[in-house]
């Protein structure tokens, strides 16, 4: 069957409209990317994916191949700082991973590789376990993991120690695990929080890291550090130190400086945002003297916020170069620096565009062979899933014209997250059925400041609009999580699910996201719960009431998780002051109680609130209460209106308790509340179950709220 020509296409309400996008489809033979690795040694290229299918197992797999490098019995993830990241690594053919169940570090040969030959491929523990550590919930936790180029039984990680489990007593320190010894010492301590630790290259005598303190978060007073370290051989061991701890750049709450790479032995390249963006900055040891690596700041961000340990936003292109994703107009872009001259402007890399379009996503960019210009990276496209992809650039242009401002770069995906066939009309391809996306900026405010905002329009090739005169589609409204997060434009089968059904679809980037420079981060300092909401419902307006209108006001929904839902929750209990209020809406694992977040979350964000809300519980006890959602509940600021709550029962970040006491004071005040306790679930779905359950529950809550 050829696709739908306009005289045959149906005419249906919108909301009713069949697609072949369907729950099973979503998880089906489907992966979530969240790593790509490099062995330095060989140049092959690995990622780590959570499979649904397997209960959101972590699995390392060798990208060209396919094939896992960890049997069934392992689960390549880890929990520090609670939200992760940096699981593993692969070092000529050996691979160092954490098991999330118990918290140990393996290693492992990498199957059909040399190094293989004639070995167990069964994972050993490399670090010691603690008595009493439960399972999923270990006593020692590790990440980020770096060998040391000389004695490369030894690396370099984060340790956190969790044998004293209160929040305020939890230990972070950088750490080496002699992995012949199996044992682990600390190097680096005293401070809050480490990240990225990395040994200078050829010889290792440096190590450099990313070090904060409470109540900073890492993009907002994180510091760069460079050390010298000494290796010394007691009763015929080697043993790692440190001396000359030198603070590099970043400063206690007003200037971030993060992501070290070292360039060479003695140069580093690190990000510093003390423009208002974060930008490329370079340190010399020899010198000791930080300077900027561009000619004048750029207004733009050449990384994101550090929320999981494996975000790396540059890697190493020839002898002299860096390229960056850089974020511009909510999309990824790649530009290249160069470290040894800072006269030069950045060069802008022209990529070719994938089958999808172009990419508009970039993650974890990793160097796979410098001298040829090749890097790989998690890449997403507004009409392709995201990949594990290939790049290169020209590096003989680089080389050959110095004045360049541009040069060719080469994009190919060799790994996708979903293999899956549409199902339904095989004939119609599932390409067709994607609604693209549509960047929207709304201005508020005496001061004219910009929201950002994405739209998804209903879309359908089957169809030809609503068959009811003058009907305008529902619309569900997303708020992102962190608050500090941004919602990305590459395709989303999730809401692809939404608009081939009739639906439209908007993102809104509130003030307080990141990628638009620190001062867009900084109006949430002191707001949240009025800033975000304010700026969800003035993008809701603004496209409601435009000419003509784009989407249904009075069949409107926000939804979101974790911070998100929090912002769901106050925007759906707030008092009706601009003439608007969403009719419904979803909180999945999102806050309801300031003050019992404070208390109980993990470390990493312990202290997080306190910028977010202006001071301490104790300085404004009264915010924390008033700005609550569980408070307006009490309060019946909810009303009639339905909304709907998920959440995980193992949730560690906000704890079932916070969903329990917000339903419970709803229906106390005759409110309509429908909740769903997810079991064996944490900050997030990671169960195909749980992943297709949460869908179908929401859309028909939907459709029944608005009788569709």
């Not at 390392?60 to 392992?74: A, C, K, M, W, Y």
Request: charged letters at 20%.
């Amino acid at each position: 069957m050829a696709l739908p020509t306009p005289d045959t296409k149906i005419k249906a309400p919108y909301g009713t409209w069949k697609s072949p996008i369907t729950v099973d489809y979503l998880v089906s033979d489907s992966v979530k990317l969240s790593d790509a690795i490099v062995d330095p040694i060989t140049s092959k290229i690995y990622h780590i994916e959570g499979r649904p299918s397997e209960g959101g197992r972590g699995v390392l797999v060798q990208s060209q191949t396919g094939l896992s490098v960890i049997g069934s019995g392992f689960n390549v993830r880890t929990s520090v700082h609670e939200y992760g990241g940096a699981a593993a690594i692969v070092y000529n053919n050996i691979a160092y991973f954490s098991n999330f169940d118990d918290g140990r570090v393996y290693r492992v040969r990498v199957p059909g590789s040399s190094a293989s030959a004639g070995h167990s491929e069964e994972p050993e523990p490399v670090t010691p376990l603690p008595d009493n550590s439960p399972p999923g919930r270990p006593t020692y936790r590790f990440a980020s993991f770096g060998v040391h180029p000389l004695h490369t039984h030894l690396l370099v990680a984060i340790f956190e120690d969790h044998t004293h489990p209160d929040p305020a007593d939890v230990v972070n320190t950088l750490c080496i695990i002699d992995t012949k010894r199996k044992t682990i010492t600390n190097l680096v301590k005293g401070t809050d929080f480490y990240a990225s630790p990395a040994f200078s290259t050829g010889d290792g005598k440096y190590l450099a890291w990313q070090q904060w303190s409470h109540p900073d978060m890492p993009w907002q007073g994180g510091e760069v550090h460079v050390a010298e370290v000494v290796a010394t051989v007691e009763g015929g061991e080697v043993k790692l130190e440190i001396k000359d701890d030198y603070h590099v750049a970043g400063e206690k709450g007003k200037i971030s400086a993060g992501y070290p790479l070292w360039i060479n032995a003695t140069t580093l390249a690190f990000l510093n945002d003390v423009s208002g963006y974060l930008n490329p900055w370079v340190y010399d040891v020899s010198t000791k003297q930080p300077r900027p690596a561009l000619k004048q700041p750029d207004n733009y961000d050449y990384g994101g916020l550090l929320w999981s340990l494996n975000e790396v936003p540059h890697a190493l292109v020839g002898e002299r170069w860096g390229i960056y994703t850089v974020t511009k107009d909510g999309k990824n872009i790649l530009r290249i620096v160069d470290y040894f001259d800072n006269q030069k402007e950045p060069v802008q890399v022209v990529a070719s565009q994938g089958e999808g379009g172009e990419f508009v996503t970039l993650w974890y960019i990793k160097t796979v062979e410098r001298e040829q210009g090749t890097f790989v990276l998690v890449g997403g496209q507004v009409g392709k899933e995201t990949g594990v992809t290939l790049g290169r650039v020209d590096i003989d242009k680089l080389r050959g014209d110095p004045g360049t401002t541009s040069v060719k770069g080469n994009l190919e995906t060799i790994y996708w997250s979903s293999r899956s066939k549409p199902t339904g009309n095989p004939e119609i391809p599932l390409d067709a059925y994607i609604s693209y996306p549509q960047p929207k900026t709304v201005y508020v405010g005496p001061e004219r400041l910009p929201v950002h905002a994405v739209l998804y329009e209903p879309f359908n090739p089957q169809y030809a609009g609503t068959s009811i005169a003058g009907e305008k589609p529902p619309c569900v409204v997303y708020s992102h999580g962190g608050p500090s997060s941004i919602t990305t434009q590459h395709l989303d089968w999730s809401k692809q699910f939404w608009t081939s059904r009739g639906w439209a679809w908007l993102d809104v980037n509130y003030g307080g996201s990141s990628g638009y420079g620190r001062g867009y981060l900084e109006r949430l300092d002191g707001n949240w719960g009025i800033v975000d909401v304010d700026d969800c419902i003035a993008a809701t307006k603004a496209l409601g009431s435009s000419q003509p209108a784009l989407i249904d006001l009075g069949r409107s929904a926000i939804r979101g998780g974790s911070a998100g839902g929090f912002t769901t929750l106050c925007a759906l209990s707030a008092d009706d002051t601009v003439g608007f209020r969403f009719a419904t809406g979803t909180s999945s694992y999102g806050v309801t109680d300031l003050l019992l977040l404070a208390k109980e979350t993990h470390k990493f964000e312990s202290q997080y609130l306190f910028k977010l809300v202006g001071g301490t519980p104790d300085q404004k006890p009264d915010i924390y209460k008033e700005r609550s959602p569980v408070y307006k509940a009490e309060q019946g600021k909810f009303g009639q209106n339905p909304i709907l709550v998920l959440q995980g029962e193992d949730d560690r970040v906000v704890p079932k308790e916070q969903a329990d006491k917000l339903v419970n004071a709803i229906k106390e005040h005759q409110g309509q509340v429908e909740y769903k306790l997810y079991s064996g679930e944490g900050h997030g779905w990671r169960k195909a179950e749980t992943i297709k359950d949460s869908i179908e529950r929401e859309v028909q809550f939907y459709s029944k709220v608005f009788k569709i």
